[in-house]
């Protein structure tokens, strides 16, 4: 397999990422550091709408739009002052031009698209999963490509065959239900408030390690994808023939938590040993649990493979990843027309080779 040294030229001046595909507005300000992305990062602020949304117990996408509206323009003056920088010193703009939620992915790509032209400086549309893939590269020690890569977000869950950045070959996905929407929708099923699968890793902290258990879903044969709904069911039946006590509860929501790591690493061990590979890196925001992190560890100082974790901040969406993506992509030569266009949906295997 071909691999990619980070190497290309330096355009030199920081690139602006702009996220706003779901219900956080993320903006970043990144110089491209070849060879050492993260030490490029000038400056990143984000801004998450929970609140917006809590009392609706789920993402109101109209609600959504309208936030990233008030809240973009702020922080991205926010971003330019905190790197002591003015918007005129930009080399371009990256933006989420999806997959996400309609709407919210116009607000960043309209604002994006219009500071390139009026700055007359490239803008790139980037690929939300790609940004979330190359997170860890943010890190000391970036991860090198040939990787396996484990993508789980509120709406994916995929395994990916990284064999350069831009070259990339879904190994497996989900069935049904995200692993990130699986820990929401337990979680909401359990009382627990938006957003759940922080809230319910949290509870899951106090439950007994046995005290009940449920299958590992889709590992009794061969095969990489996922399915996590029937997971979900039967929680649901164990949490309405429980007590409905505070213990109860956190013995469900941590033998929750660990059918659903157990599956994900039971995956990531096989994709690892079909790709050949024995680099592994974990991204999206359920990459930020902590039990996942801390077992994967252990397997991979046992197996003898290693793992890359973005930090916890870039697990989740943020405008870091935007900008790294873009930044990379530009620094290739890529660029988008004049044109707004976003992509609701978008396959990762579509995406050119940086
Ligand atoms: O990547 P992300 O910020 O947004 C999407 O692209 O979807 O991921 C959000 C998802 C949500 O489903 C959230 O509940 C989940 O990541 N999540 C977690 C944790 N932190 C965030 N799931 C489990 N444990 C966590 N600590
Ligand atoms: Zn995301």
Known sequence: MPTTEFSKPASGRPILGIETSCDETGVALLRWEPGAPGRGLL????????????????????????????????????????AGLRVQDLGGVAYTAGPGLVGALLV???VGRALAWALGVPAVGVHHMEGHLLAPLLEDDPPQPPFVALLVSGGHSLLVEVEAIGQYTILGDTLDDAAGEAFDKTAKMMGLPYPGGPALAKLAERGH???????????????????????????????QASDHGEQTRADIAR?????IIDTLIIKCRRALEASGTARLVIAGGVGANRRLRSELAAVAA?????????????????????????AIRLAGGQHQDETVQVRPRWDLQSLPAA
């Open 302 to 326: 046992k197996d003898g493979f290693r793992v890359y974790f973005p930090r916890l901040d870039f697990c989740t969406d943020n405008g870091a990843m935007i900008a790294l993506a873009g």
């Open 209 to 239: 390690a046995g005290a009940c258990r449920f299958s590992r879903p889709m590992t009794d044969r061969p095969g990489l994808d996922f399915s996590f709904s029937g997971l979900k069911t039967q929680v649901l039946l164990a949490w």
């Open 43 to 82: 400056a990143h602020t984000l801004y998450s709408q929970i609140k917006l949304h809590a009392d609706y117990g789920g993402v109101v996408p109209e609600l959504a739009s309208r936030d990233h509206v008030r809240k973009l323009l702020p922080l991205i003056r926010e971003a330019t002052a905190e």
């Open 108 to 110: 960043g790509a309209s």
């Open 255 to 259: 033998a929750f938590e660990e059918a």
